[in-house]
């Protein structure tokens, strides 16, 4: 009996859908000290199981002319417009608010009050709700925020600063020669080069992966690394970057990932697309 319930509860446990209600004996034999034994029945096993995965497929949205875009602990999607406008939708893209904010290129959010944006003149912007307000950063390339509230920056000169008082300052790294960051739920650093190699930095080290060919990285708050290559390819790693599997997607720019672990890809076209 404590047998049968502790297969029970692996199987649900694994989300394995059970239709089948029949089920089959199974003898158990087992030889001890030259003696045999059976024990029947002590086991009972579906005879049915069968698990089902939903295929993640591209949706685009109706959003066009979009730059850049970054997804808040809330689930809002913030996007920057090729113009340099910064929108956001609550509502998983089906419809856009515009903030009053003009000639920005990239967004990241952490929370809905706790949004920097880089501005084309590469100035550190924050909005917190209701207005922005410029920092005292200059020459940046991009931001990224970590769940800790941990600002991260790309320099345009490849360097990469972070600042734990809300931009208020930032301190340098032993780094150079990156053009785009993002940060891990572990506060693990992952950039791309100017060279468009992939770098990971755990505090101490920067280390590079395998990974070539790269324009832009996000990581999910399952682990899982989303790259976009050069090309316009849509690639993830579940192994901490060791090695990279594609997604059906072409012509992208720009990715990120929600809290929910949705994907979300800019077009090169400017259009706004989401894998799930």
């Not at 509860?9 to 004996?25: E, F, I, N, P, R």
């Not at 979009?66 to 090729?82: K, L």
């Not at 032993?174 to 468009?196: L, M, P, R, Y």
């Amino acid at each position: 009996m404590t047998t049968r319930f502790l297969l029970l509860a692996v199987v649900l446990a694994c989300g394995v859908d059970v239709k089948a209600q029949s089920t089959q004996q199974i003898p158990l034999n087992m030889t001890v000290n030259g003696s045999h034994y059976e024990m029947q029945p002590t086991i009972s096993v579906p005879s049915y199981l069968a698990a089902t995965q939903k295929k993640k497929k591209w949706t685009k949205t109706n959003a066009s002319g979009v730059a850049d875009a970054a997804v808040s602990a809330e689930g809002t999607i913030w996007i920057v417009g090729e113009n340099g406008s910064i929108w956001f939708s609550k509502d998983s893209g089906a419809n856009w608010t515009k903030t009053e904010a003009e000639g920005f290129s990239r967004v990241s959010a952490g929370t809905d009050t706790t949004v920097f944006a880089v501005g084309a003149n590469e100035t550190l912007w924050k909005y917190d709700g209701n207005r922005w307000t410029q920092t005292k950063a200059s020459g940046m390339g991009d931001v990224a925020i970590s769940q800790t509230g941990t600002v991260w920056a790309a320099g345009k000169n490849g360097t990469i600063w972070f600042s734990n008082n809300g931009g208020a300052s930032f301190t340098k790294t032993d780094a150079n020669g990156f053009s785009s960051i993002a940060v891990a739920t572990n506060s693990q650093v992952w950039a791309v080069g100017t060279n468009e190699t992939l770098w990971k930095y755990d505090g101490n080290i920067w280390e590079q992966t395998k990974a070539s060919g790269m324009n832009d990285v996000a990581v999910g708050i399952d682990g899982q690394i989303w790259v976009a290559g050069k090309n316009g390819t849509i690639w993830f790693s579940e192994d901490k970057g060791a090695s990279f599997t594609k997604t059906d997607a072409s012509g992208f720019g720009r990715v990120t990932v929600g809290m929910d672990n949705t994907v979300w890809g800019v077009g090169n076209n400017g259009t706004l697309w989401k894998y799930q």
